[in-house]
T-cell receptor, first 110, second 115 residues
């Protein structure tokens, strides 16, 4: 079945440093979504990418979808303490389910 | 607040028991999804219902079952509970269930502890 791998599993940065998490799928995806889960909270939708090579920005966050639609990345510029949490990618296949990566836990040292 | 409600927030029970988790989707959403989140397995998709019908199954054990009622709320039944079933169970909802997956709005979750 479809597998979505996400790396790194953990990332600790100093406030102001950049952060990137990568997502790779074993199969071509129809779309990819990114979610953020704060400690003790629930996943919250950030963005969806659908087109090959698509790049979207939300303030300090940049999301990319690979040309082959099998990988994606989330880059945060100049991290802040409010960025702390686990970032999940979720890939959509030809069925009705999203396959979530295991997430990257980001901690930020002020 | 996502608009998705889940009850109860916490549940403590013993091995071998049966529990029911309840989810009310956002107003107007027809799809309900159930996920299990544990420390070592991440977010695992269990099952998806759309307008009362089962749409997709994930890694759901035979001891687990779910349904979606005419008013669109959903229940997840967990039976013959084992210690390993201890986890956070999330419900999510979306408007429809097209081939391009829609945004899913997650509820606050039910934390289940099996002793």
């Amino acid at each position: 079945g479809q597998q979505v791998m996400q790396i790194p599993q953990y990332q600790h940065v100093q406030e102001g440093e950049d952060f990137t998490t990568y997502c790779n799928s074993s199969t071509t995806l129809s779309n990819i979504q990114w979610y953020k889960q704060r400690p003790g909270g629930h996943p919250v939708f950030l963005i969806q990418l659908v087109k090959s090579g698509e790049v979207k920005k939300q303030k300090r966050l940049t999301f990319q979808f690979g040309e082959a639609k099998k990988n994606s990345s989330l880059h945060i510029t100049a991290t802040q303490t409010t960025d702390v949490g686990t970032y999940f990618c979720a890939g959509g296949g030809s069925n009705y389910k999203l396959t979530f990566g295991k997430g990257t836990l980001l901690t930020v040292n002020p | 607040d996502s608009g998705v409600t889940q009850t109860p927030k916490h549940l403590i029970t013993a091995t071998g028991q049966r529990v029911t988790l309840r989810c009310s989707p956002r107003s107007g959403d027809l799809s309900v999804y159930w996920y299990q989140q544990s420390l070592d397995q991440g977010l695992q998709f269990l099952i998806h219902y759309y307008n009362g019908e089962e749409r997709a199954k994930g890694n759901i054990l035979e001891r687990f079952s779910a349904q979606q009622f005419p008013d669109l709320h959903s229940e997840l039944n967990l039976s013959s509970l084992e210690l390993g079933d201890s986890a956070l169970y999330f419900c999510a909802s979306s408007v429809e269930a097209g081939f391009i997956q829609e945004t899913q709005y997650f509820g606050p979750g039910t934390r289940l502890l099996v002793l």
